[in-house]
T-cell receptor, first 111, second 113 residues
């Protein structure tokens, strides 16, 4: 199968740093996406990785290791508005740009 | 900023009734996707269109679901008859091509009672 695994829930403190991990099957890998989804709303694009390494975009960074089938999303200087579900999605070759999503990590930011 | 339009935003229907959702992708986006997201889970692809052609509908329950994109622009997803297990968020997304990122619409929250 093409299981995408990520933790179900995480809790962190405002102003802190949190890392959300995602693992996936390496066979046929063709790109990894991170989306943010607030309750009742549509997913919004955060980052895209297809090569190994770190992509930084403001307070958000995403890392990829293709050989390990591993990615993480790093959120710095956490704000209350960052409380949301974070979805890891992988594109596999032969899938016609179909994305396979993980179940999402529900992040709760506390004071 | 260009958006993917979806309607209705919310829909409550009785089981065994028919229901339809509409999506208008970003202008110029050839690829359109319908995803279903059950509460607490990630989105799952139901159908993918390239222009007016279906590229992938392997996960579409074809006994009750149908989708069309007749002129290669907007699209309609229909369920008939609706079942209690169809309660979910139905998300439409579009992209320029088969290697491009997605933009999602706001979704239709369906409740079947």
């Amino acid at each position: 199968g093409q299981n995408i695994d990520q933790p179900t829930e995480m809790t962190a403190t405002e102003g802190a740093i949190v890392q959300i991990n995602c693992t996936y099957q390496t066979s046929g890998f063709n790109g990894l996406f991170w989306y943010q989804q607030h309750a009742g709303e549509a997913p919004t694009f955060l980052s895209y990785n297809v090569l190994d390494g770190l992509e930084e975009k403001g307070r958000f960074s995403s890392f990829l290791s293709r050989s390990k089938g591993y990615s993480y999303l790093l959120l710095k200087e956490l704000q209350m508005k960052d409380s949301a579900s974070y979805l890891c999605a992988v594109r596999f070759t032969g899938g016609g740009n179909k994305l396979t999503f993980g179940t999402g990590t529900q992040l709760k930011v506390e004071l | 900023e260009a958006e993917v339009a979806q309607s209705p935003r919310y829909k409550i229907t009785e089981k065994s009734q028919a229901v339809a959702f509409w999506c208008d992708p970003i202008s110029g986006h050839a690829t359109l996707y319908w995803y279903r997201q059950i509460l607490g889970q990630g989105p799952e692809l139901l159908v993918q269109f390239q222009d007016e052609s279906v590229v992938d509908d392997s996960q579409l329950p074809k006994d009750r679901f149908s989708a069309e994109r007749l002129k290669g622009v907007d699209s309609t997803l229909k369920i008939q008859p609706a079942e209690l297990g169809d309660s979910a968020m139905y998300l439409c997304a579009s992209s320029l091509g088969v290697q491009s990122g997605y933009t999602f619409g706001s979704g239709t929250r369906l409740t079947v009672v």
